[in-house]
Structure formats: C-alpha cells, structure tokens
C-alpha cells in the first residue's frame, strides 16, 4: 500500500502526515465528512493537548457534538495555517475506490486548502475515473498548489514505491 510507503519516507521533525485509505468494500462509510475528520484526528493528535484547537475538539467531543463537514474543513483549514507545522501533506491512497460523488465532495473540501504553502496533496490510484482531471480541476486552481497524484500499476513493492514517492515529491518541490 502507497501509504506504508510514506510512512517510511523521512520527513523533518516539524511536519505533518495525515492520509486516509480508500477501500471499495467500505465505500458508504467513506463519505466527505469522514475523511475530513480523519484527517483532523491525525492532525490534532501531533499537536500538544494545550493547543486551543485540541482545547475546542475535546470540549466538543465532551458534548457528544459530531464534526460536520463544514466544521471539519473550519478545523482542518485552522490547523494548516496555525504555523504548528512547517509542512503538511495531506492524502487518500485508493482515491479511484471512492464513489465518484464523494470523491468529488472531498475534493472541492480540500481546494481552499491548496493555496496554503506549507500543504501538499498526495493521491495515489489506479488512472481510470478520470481522477487527474478531477484533482486538476479542484486543486490545481492556484498556480503554487502543491498536488502529487501517482498512478498506481502494476505490483510494486513497498519499498518500489518509497522510492517512487520520493522521487516525485522531490521533483514537485523543485
């Protein structure tokens, strides 16, 4: 999987990961919402428990109040600008195995985020869907927009695709 990949990728000290697989066999559950959510989780776990948008998240969950997705984006776009990480890349292995209309909901979330510096979008799947025109569409509005779709084929390693992420991420940089 792409984003066992990643984990192993060397990043500084200061940046941040949150990624989200995609899997056919659970595609109702993969709505925008959630996504979204999972990506704040993972985000707000690296922050410290003083930080007043863990302070806000865990007063809210102490209140059974669910994350919608526009409160999560509000959360999400807060903690990319928060200056708390000097990079944060963002993503969804298995993007193709989203249903199309929540593939595009989560998309348009994600594009006012694009025009953050320290973002970076990282998507992998397999090319068919039209997924490369779905993501230039939303997200590659901003001429700085930091995108990276790899298409997955064939049976790479982990170890193949490290390297290949790696590669491309390099590359985007420049």
């Known amino acids: ?39 704040v989780g993972q985000l707000t776990n690296r922050l410290p428990e003083d930080d007043p ?3 806000e ?13 526009a409160s ?9 600008r928060s200056g708390s990480f ?11 195995e989203l ?10 979330a994600l594009a006012p985020l694009s025009s953050i510096p320290n973002v970076q979008f990282l998507f992998f799947g397999r090319g068919h869907c039209g997924i490369q025109a779905e993501i230039n569409k939303f997200l590659c509005k901003d001429a700085s927009a930091s995108v990276v779709y790899i298409e997955i084929t064939g049976d790479l390693t982990v170890d193949d695709r490290r390297l290949f992420i790696q590669e491309r991420i390099d590359k985007d940089k420049d």
Do not use: W
């Not at 007063?59 to 997705?69: A, G, I, V």
């Not at 999560?72 to 990319?80: A, H, N, T, V």
């Open 53 to 55: 948008i863990v302070r």
């Open 1 to 39: 999987m792409s984003f066992e990949a990643l984990h192993q990728l060397q990043f500084t000290d200061n940046s941040a990961l949150a990624f989200v697989y995609c899997d056919h066999t659970t595609q109702g559950e993969q709505t925008p919402t959630n996504l979204i959510g999972s990506l």
């Open 86 to 96: 000097t990079a944060i890349r963002l993503g969804a292995d298995g993007l193709d």
């Open 72 to 80: 999560g984006m509000d959360y999400l776009r807060r903690i990319c």
């Open 99 to 108: 249903l199309k209309k929540h593939r595009s909901e989560f998309l348009h």
């Open 57 to 69: 998240l865990l007063d809210r969950q102490s209140t059974n109040k669910l994350l919608d997705l």
